[in-house]
C-alpha cells in the first residue's frame, strides 16, 4: 500500500503550482466532502482509488484530472488496468518529483484548452443563421462588399451583423472573430458546419 506520505508529498507538489489537489487513501466520504470541484485528484489503487474514480467521474464527468497512484501495482497491466477505468495518468509512488509535476500540467493544460473549446464553441452557437453566414464569408477572405453582394443584402445590413456576431463573440474585430472560428473549426472541424448553416 502506498504510504499515505507519498500521497501528501504529491499533494505538496501541486501545491507549488498554486493548486489544490484532492488525496485520499480511504473513500469514505470524499465525495460527499467536496465543496467545489478540485482542480486534481491523486488516487491511491490500493485502498478503493479505482472505485472513488468512477464516483469522480459520475460527479465531475471527464473534466477532473485524476492521477492513480500504487506502490505495489506498478507492472503494464495495472497501468493499463487503470487508465482502462477512466484515470488521467498512473504513477509510482517513486516517481520523480519533475516528472510528475510535467504530467499534472500537461493534464491541467489538456482541461483549459477543453474548456476554451467548449466556451468558443458556445460563443458560436449564440449567433443567428445569418450571422453564421456572414462569419463564414468573412472568414473565406470575402470583404464585407463582397458579402453584400453574395448575400445579396445591403452592405449596412452586413455590417449590422458583424457588429451584432463580434458582441455575441465577445471579440473587438472581424480577425478575431475569424480566428476564434478557426480554433473550433481546428478542434472540431465538424463543428465549422455550424457556419455555413
Known sequence: MAAPAALDAYASLVGRLGLVAITHSSRVGVTASLASEPAIAILEVESGGCSLLRELRDRYADDLPVILVSAERTTSADVVAGLLVGADDYASES??????????????????????????????????????????????????????????????TVGAHVQNLLVKLGVHSRVEAVALATRVDAAAPAAMSLLSA
Request: proline letters at 0%.
Open 95 to 156: 516517481m520523480d518529483e519533475e516528472e510528475f509535476l510535467a504530467r499534472v500540467r500537461r493534464l491541467l493544460e489538456r482541461r483549459h484548452r477543453s474548456a476554451e473549446q467548449a466556451s468558443d464553441f458556445e460563443r458560436l452557437s449564440s449567433l443567428t443563421d445569418r450571422e453564421r453566414q456572414v462569419l463564414a464569408l468573412i472568414a473565406s477572405g470575402m470583404t464585407q462588399k463582397q458579402v453584400a453582394t453574395t448575400l445579396g443584402i445591403s452592405i449596412k
